[in-house]
């Protein structure tokens, strides 16, 4: 790992010698390691080559989040490839459990990145979400942007993988149904807020990482933390209380989790598809 430290040592300026390394649980895409070097530690992700650019795209996303000093995040460092891997190096924060009042700072503090808006859908480059290709293209209409670059997009990569779902093409014909006397914002998301992408430093101010980011309906990522768990009352009542959700969500976060149960299935299979069926199915009776 020194050729690793050379690098972070250029990006800080400060000399790194290889001290340890151990490895760190809890993703599915790419390998984690702790990195203790002379300078201190850091949190490293490896993967093949070709995630370089997702890599990028990711530090890139990083540092959009820092930039509204709302919620933290860790801070990239340096990234590239490195004996034949993609490497991206971030700061080390020391995550714990969380403190009595947690849950509600990381709500409130979502609900301030969320006021953070763009003039339009969409983000300046494409991402991933999990390993699957997310289209960020600027649009000026949500309902437009979600129905092809989200949902569409998941439908056919399905077909691809074998599966068609009934109502499909109903429901996507009929998503300005959910947006009657609602307007969503370009709200900065995190994208890719579940349970596992959240946790807290020592001080028990909430952390989130590994993000999906572009601008969407804030409603998508309050959505996704319902899908797993992991967020308690008090999370959503400060949400709530900072910035208010419209009535319609209790409707449109069934729309907007289908998302993740379609790219789920694209990416693991299994039970993901029937429960996506079911979700169409429902919202096809509300047209």
């Known amino acids: ?74 801070k990239p460092i340096v990234h590239g490839i490195s004996k034949g891997k993609a490497f991206l190096v971030l700061e080390y924060i020391l995550l714990e459990s969380a403190k009595p009042d947690s849950q509600a700072k990381a709500g409130e503090q979502l609900a301030r990145l969320h006021q953070h808006t763009a003039s339009q859908f969409g983000w300046k480059q494409d991402n991933v979400i999990g390993a699957t290709l997310q289209v960020n293209r600027w649009n000026d209409s949500w309902i437009d942007f979600y129905r092809e670059h989200r949902l569409q997009y998941q439908f056919d990569l399905a077909k691809r993988n074998g599966r068609t779902f009934a109502g499909a093409d109903v429901l996507l014909d009929g998503l300005d149904s959910f947006f009657v006397d609602y307007e969503p914002e370009p709200s900065l998301l995190h994208g890719d807020l579940w349970g596992g992408n959240m ?81 169409i199915t429902r919202l096809i009776a509300h047209l």
């Open 1 to 74: 790992m020194q050729d690793i430290c050379n690098f972070i040592a250029e990006a800080t300026d400060t000399p790194q010698e290889f001290l340890e390394e151990s490895h760190l649980g809890g993703g599915c895409i790419n390998e984690a390691k702790k990195l203790v070097t002379t300078a201190g530690n850091w949190f490293v992700k490896l993967n093949t080559s070709d995630f370089a650019d997702i890599f990028l795209v990711e530090a890139d996303a990083l540092e959009e989040l820092i930039q509204t000093q709302t919620i933290r995040v860790p």
């Open 199 to 279: 946790s807290f430093d020592v001080q028990g101010n909430p952390v989130i990482y590994d993000p999906a980011t572009y601008y969407g309906d804030r409603e998508t990522d309050i959505a996704f933390t319902e899908m797993f768990g992991g967020f308690s009352p008090e999370f959503y009542q400060a949400y709530d209380q900072a910035w208010p959700l419209d009535s319609g969500f209790s409707i449109r976060k069934e729309l907007y989790n289908l998302y993740h149960y379609l790219n789920h299935y694209n990416l693991f299979g299994g039970g993901y598809a029937n429960t996506a069926q079911s979700i």
